[in-house]
């Protein structure tokens, strides 16, 4: 199996960045929706917000198809456009001022005014990187800047934050956090940058002429098994919709979409202990391929009703064994040597036998002997 890259798709990094995205802006869409609506507030208080909500939502799904394209620089340079024009408003306007004598009011330092208004503006920073990532992987462009958009709504999120543990005791007042980023979204914006930024590595089962079946699947099980304990699911949703693409090497049965599963899984309750009993089926049928006895299928359904994160460990395990085989880093069991050494043997035996030179019983006994090698 010969990996390649397909720099018309993201990286897998993407699917992380748009499920993180989708989950954090949803909940800052319906936040807005409770705190704003019932309180007869006018609609240009926050209906701007709203549909920045709805532009990260449009990116995140467009994250999710993993395509490199220029459809993903729409609902971000929008984003950017609404950015530059509220910092250049506050800042040309009276906003700012009349939010510094509001925070002096409060007993803020001059120090802790700057770091505010610092936050507000490196809050701007992350789509407009953004912005460059995307054009220089649409048109296919080497580059090192794919992490600058992560890495500054990570230190947006570490202002903010700073700001936040001013306010506490003297001003609790959540409209005075201009676009505050929090760490879920900070992070959609870093994975989303990586995902962009690298073209997807895939493998070809043919050789240079083959079809593509998905992404590569080997993950080292230190890695994945950290992954599954440390990241709160997100690492799971990113497992299972790149286990789905790379079990399409089983083509006993018709292929299966990555995205699509991966949707049902999240949002169709129990559907994640069927996904996991049919992913099985794959690697049962895979591991006979190369020799290996293999009934996962049962245990991992048990497994995935009561003790939920050990069928991701024992399909990742097989997984990496498949993959390991087809890229010949290990001999499967039926062209193992030693095995291809006890058929020649008896054969030999065997030819020693017609011609007279040992008994049956010997060649019975060596044939016992090569048998249970």
């Not at 009011?105 to 912005?131: H, K, Q, R």
């Not at 994975?191 to 590569?216: D, M, Q, R, T």
Request: some cysteine.
């Amino acid at each position: 199996m010969e990996q390649i890259q397909n720099p018309k798709r993201c990286a897998g990094q993407a699917i992380a960045g748009g499920i993180l995205l989708l989950i954090s802006e949803i909940f800052v869409l319906i936040g807005n929706l409770i705190y704003f609506i019932p309180t007869g507030a006018p609609a240009n208080t926050y209906l701007p917000s709203i549909i920045v909500c709805l532009l990260y939502i449009f990116f995140a799904i467009t994250l999710l198809t993993r395509k490199r394209n220029f459809l993903q620089l729409i609902p971000v340079a929008l984003i950017v456009i609404y950015e530059l024009y509220t910092k250049l408003t506050y800042f040309t306007g009276e906003g700012a001022k009349n939010i510094d004598e509001v925070l002096r009011d409060y007993g803020f330092s001059g120090i802790e005014i700057e770091l505010y208004n610092l936050a507000y503006i490196v809050s701007a920073l992350p789509m407009i990187f953004m912005v460059v990532v995307i054009i220089l992987a649409a048109t296919n462009r080497k580059h090192t800047l794919c992490a600058l958009p992560g890495i500054f709504a990570l230190i947006g999120f570490a202002l903010n934050t700073l700001v936040l543990i001013s306010f506490i005791g003297r001003i609790l007042d959540p409209n005075l956090l201009f676009s505050q980023l929090n760490l879920l979204s900070a992070l959609g914006i870093l994975f989303a940058g990586i995902g962009i930024g690298k073209p997807a590595v895939e493998y070809n089962l043919n050789g240079a002429g083959g079809s593509l079946k998905g992404v590569y699947g080997h993950v080292s099980m230190g890695a994945h098994i950290a992954g599954l304990f440390l990241t709160f699911g997100i690492y799971l949703l990113v497992w299972i919709y790149r286990t789905t693409a790379a079990l399409n090497r089983d083509e006993s049965e018709p292929p299966r979409s990555p995205g699509a599963k991966l949707a049902l899984c999240m949002f169709i309750p129990f559907y994640y202990i069927y996904w996991t009993y049919k992913s099985a089926q794959r690697i049962d049928r895979l591991s006979e391929k190369y020799g290996e006895t293999s009934n996962m299928a049962t245990i991992c359904l048990i497994l995935a009703i009561f003790i939920g994160f050990v069928p991701p460990i024992l399909i990742q395990d097989k997984l990496n064994n498949i993959i390991e085989y087809e890229n010949g880093k290990k001999s499967p069991i039926h062209n193992r040597p030693g095995n291809i050494d006890a058929a020649d043997e008896l054969k030999k035996y065997k030819e020693l036998l017609d011609a007279g030179a040992i008994t049956q019983e010997e060649y019975e006994a060596k044939k016992a002997q090569l048998l249970n090698m």
